[in-house]
Antibody, heavy 120, light 110 residues
Framework: QVQLQESGPGLVKPSETLSLTCSVS????????WSWIRQPPGKGLEWIGF???????HYNPSLKSRVTISADTFKKQFSLKMTSVTAADTAVYFC??????????????WGPGTMVTVSS | SYVLTQPPSVSVAPGQTASLTCGGN??????VHWYQQKPGQAPVLVVY???DRPSGIPERFSGSNSGNTATLTITRVEAGDEAAYYC?????????????FGGGTKLTVL
């Protein structure tokens, strides 16, 4: 059964770049699309973007100018970079697998999440 | 951008039925998914494609979707069902996908 695990710094300074990695174990990285989703403290879920199985990327328009998602299939990892962070980017960041059945797409597997605080 | 609207909170007594709604413009034409999130944990998919259940999810969880409202129904509610529930759709196009979550409903078991 596939498992996901986020990793990266828990504290980032304002205006700097947030970098996180999601490691995939127990399954293939090549056959799925992989997403990043975040959740500010006490608030709801916000989709950040995803990378497809062929390397195409799509981002939330509200974050597109600051976000890059990439993948290293050999390491079975995919990564998130978010530039020019502010306190508003403080959140738990989740990685998730998109499962597709026919035309139906859903997030069927999630990492446990990692808390990132933006503060000087 | 597509908007999904959920009531912030719903309360129900143990053993009763909880109905959690998710409103959206013509949401009946979308495929709606529901996630359960307990404090400090990642979301868990409990219903997908309006009314299907992943393996391991109890039959007490069911869904429906028509018109402008999708509904997650939990029968015989248990204390362990207390959690936040989020609806989600994949809107937009293949060129510009738009993954949308509702604001979430906190289910309290009295």
């Amino acid at each position: 059964q596939v498992q996901l695990q986020e990793s990266g710094p828990g504290l980032v300074k304002p205006s700097e770049t947030l970098s996180l990695t999601c490691s995939v174990s127990g399954g293939s990285i090549n056959d799925f699309h992989w997403s990043w989703i975040r959740q500010p403290p006490g608030k709801g879920l916000e989709w950040i973007g995803f990378i497809s199985n062929i390397g195409d990327t799509h981002y939330n328009p509200s974050l597109k100018s600051r976000v890059t998602i990439s993948a290293d299939t050999f390491k079975k990892q995919f990564s998130l970079k978010m530039t020019s962070v502010t306190a508003a980017d403080t959140a738990v960041y989740f990685c998730a697998r998109r499962l597709k059945r026919g035309i139906v797409k859903m997030f069927d597997t999630w990492g446990p999440g990692t808390m990132v605080t933006v503060s000087s | 951008s597509y908007v999904l609207t959920q009531p912030p909170s719903v309360s129900v007594a143990p053993g009763q039925t909880a109905s959690l709604t998710c409103g959206g413009n013509n949401i009946g034409s979308e495929s709606v998914h529901w996630y359960q999130q307990k404090p400090g944990q990642a979301p868990v998919l409990v219903v997908y494609d309006d009314s299907d259940r992943p393996s391991g999810i109890p039959e007490r969880f069911s869904g429906s979707n028509s018109g402008n409202t999708a509904t997650l129904t939990i029968t015989r509610v248990e204390a362990g069902d207390e959690a936040a529930y989020y609806c989600q759709v994949w809107a937009g196009t293949d060129v510009q996908p738009d993954v949308v979550f509702g604001g979430g409903t906190k289910l309290t078991v009295l």
